[in-house]
């Protein structure tokens, strides 16, 4: 069994220096905090592995090919392998889990 808290995850992802900090690699699916700070663009482009996104707080909106929706704490955004996706308008800091299945290629 793997266990991971959130506080050191962030700790981990700010020292990097980086918005994406990879914290779980298996056969199957890799893992990975996201963070984007008020304002921020984000400049991902799209995967070759389907995503699913957990939004653990702040608030933005997402587009995903042509839909755009709200997004805040709680939500679940699922994103298949190869759609352009981006979150925009960053209103209050974005904490994301990211999982990818398979593992993806290569960390953002």
Known sequence: ??????AE???????????????????????????LPAG????QSPHAEDEVYVVLAGNGRFTAAEETRDVTAG??????????HRFHDIEDELRLIVAFAPPESATA
């Open 40 to 43: 921020a663009v984000d400049g």
């Open 75 to 84: 939500d679940v955004l699922f994103v298949p392998a190869g759609v352009p």
């Open 1 to 6: 069994m793997s266990s991971f808290g959130l």
């Open 9 to 35: 995850l962030l700790r981990r992802q700010s020292g990097s220096g980086r918005p994406y900090l990879e914290f779980l690699r298996e056969a199957s699916m890799s893992l990975g905090l996201y963070v």
